[in-house]
């Protein structure tokens, strides 16, 4: 079985700084796939970035980084320079790389940015 | 269009009716997932389609019928529902490689925001 745990209900930020938002799992599978979905308040789920767990370095993409820690099994989401639009519900997921095909996702995290 | 797109996008229905919720996907994609997200709980996975087969079923009620006439286009079956029923239905589609091995990436569409009365 598979667990995401996001401990940050809320969190708070002011533009242009950085925010880190955390996401530990559990999971048997030695391979898998760990991914972070954004979702404002119209309710669209959208993918922002990806890492696999034999993946060596970090997944960037753009202002979105993944602190991915194997051992620890935890994969923070960090946003650089925040800004107004990226107040959203920020969701951790992840999936084996075989078998089962369903995401299992996390609680998730209210991030609001404050000019 | 482009993406994943949902209709209705919203959806106010009675415990004796039928409904269904329309997602069409344009990205080329060979699998199609219902979520459903109520308020308070993580997104819990309905159905999976690979190739317009179902291969997944997360326990779902019967009053839930999903159909995949093709790889474009799935469809969620409402009938004889419960308010508890009321939540986000979110779409959504994704390239699953053939060997079972893979990213697998999983793009949603905006959702069915449905309310039972």
């Known amino acids: 079985a598979q667990k995401i745990t996001q401990t940050q209900p809320g969190m708070f930020v002011q533009e242009k700084e950085a925010v880190t938002l955390d996401c530990t799992y559990d999971?048997?599978?030695?391979?898998?796939?760990l991914f972070w979905y954004k979702q404002p308040s119209s309710g669209e789920m959208i993918f922002l970035i990806y890492q696999g767990s034999y993946d060596e370095q970090n997944a960037t993409e753009g202002r979105y980084s993944l602190n991915f820690q194997k051992a620890r099994k935890s994969a923070n989401l960090v946003i650089s320079a925040s800004q107004l639009g990226d107040s959203a519900m920020y969701f951790c997921a992840m999936r084996p790389h075989t078998g089962r095909r369903a995401l299992t996702f996390g609680s998730g995290t209210r991030l609001q940015v404050q000019p | 269009e482009t993406g994943v797109t949902q209709t209705p996008r919203h959806l106010v229905m009675g415990m004796t009716n039928k409904k269904s919720l329309k997602c069409e996907q344009h990205?080329?994609?060979?699998?199609m997932y219902w979520y459903k997200q109520s308020a308070k709980k993580p997104l819990e996975l309905m159905f999976v389609?690979?190739?317009?087969?179902?291969?997944e079923n997360n326990s779902v009620p019967s009053r839930f019928s999903p159909e995949c006439p093709n790889s474009s286009h799935l469809f969620l079956h409402l009938h004889t529902l419960q308010p508890e029923d009321s939540a986000l239905y979110l779409c959504?589609?994704?390239?699953?490689?053939?060997?079972?091995?893979?990213?697998?990436?999983?793009?949603f569409g905006p959702g069915t925001r449905l309310t039972v009365l």
């Open positions: 990205l080329g994609h060979n699998a």
């Open positions: 389609y690979s190739l317009e087969e179902r291969v």
């Open positions: 999971t048997s599978d030695q391979s898998y796939g």
């Open positions: 959504a589609s994704s390239q699953a490689p053939l060997t079972g091995y893979g990213t697998d990436t999983q793009y």
